[in-house]
């Protein structure tokens, strides 16, 4: 009877543990339905500003090419071709229970750094996110800046990521690195995502080119209030928030998502399992109730 009383606390343990998965489940999913939504609301103001700003930079260009002269472009959009030093910016999570999804991400880490490490790059890395604090702080503690954490605690917010690009953009300018990376998980679906080390500055111009092409104006003239490289300039810290915006919300819906799916595979499992041993618990008890009556015909018989 001993034995049955363990699986009886077995089961019922699972039980509660199921409970708890279900319900991270269901937060999971109304985070990530959140998520989605910002994603698909503030995707028309990112790519109807790039396509803005990319109208801007392609005029200067004619402009060079017509007229023979040489504009001066901004820092932040002139590529580097031999750039020394690197600071790759990490997107994870706070919280665990999110199945692969901070592994993969500190993976993808782990391989860039040593990848630009063998070419002779001085790196840097600033964590967003306690996983990659905690993950990374072991092997590259000498060149971890920063680990931010709370990020996005209280919902993804445009202002927020803000003022985390900002001293970022100064750091650049006083060239206290030459290239900045992110890495983060890509938003396909609740159960896929593309973990990628992706170029943030300076800010790649030929890779919008044939997603973010203006178009067609049929002639149309434009007037501006001033010097379009002054526009070009200031548009430039709102296209690079909205990158790095873009880059966060990904992020999120992927842990989300993530997490939704390891719930559920672990509320399924438990499901399983609390199957297994309630099957096992009816056979104990069947052969003991059973040996029992065995018993008492044996001594009725014997009398």
Known sequence: MAGLKELRTRIESIKSTQKITSAMKMVAAARLRRAQDLLAKSRPYHDNLLKV?????????????????????????????????????????????????????????????????????????ICIGKKAGDALKGRYGDIIIDVLTGVASKGI???????????????????????????????KSAISRDVKAEQFLPFCMENIKDKYEPEDTRGAIYEYDAPKQKILVDMLPMVLTSVAFQTLVNSQASEHGARMSSMDNATRNAKDMIAKLTLKYNRIRQTAITTELVEIIAGAEAL
């Open 53 to 125: 700003f990319l109208q801007v930079y392609n005029q200067l260009k004619d402009e060079e090419a017509r007229l023979n002269v040489r504009y001066i472009f901004p820092k932040m959009i002139t590529p580097c071709k031999n750039g020394n030093s690197y600071l790759l910016i990490v997107f994870t999570s706070d919280r665990g229970l999110c199945g692969s999804y901070n592994a993969s991400v500190i993976k993808e880490t782990i391989h860039r750094v040593e990848e630009l490490k063998k070419a002779g790059k001085k790196v840097s890395l």
């Open 157 to 187: 917010k445009f202002e927020e990521m803000e003022r985390i690009i900002e001293p970022i953009i100064g750091m650049f300018y006083v060239n206290e690195f030459d290239v900045c990376e992110f890495v983060y998980a890509k938003f």
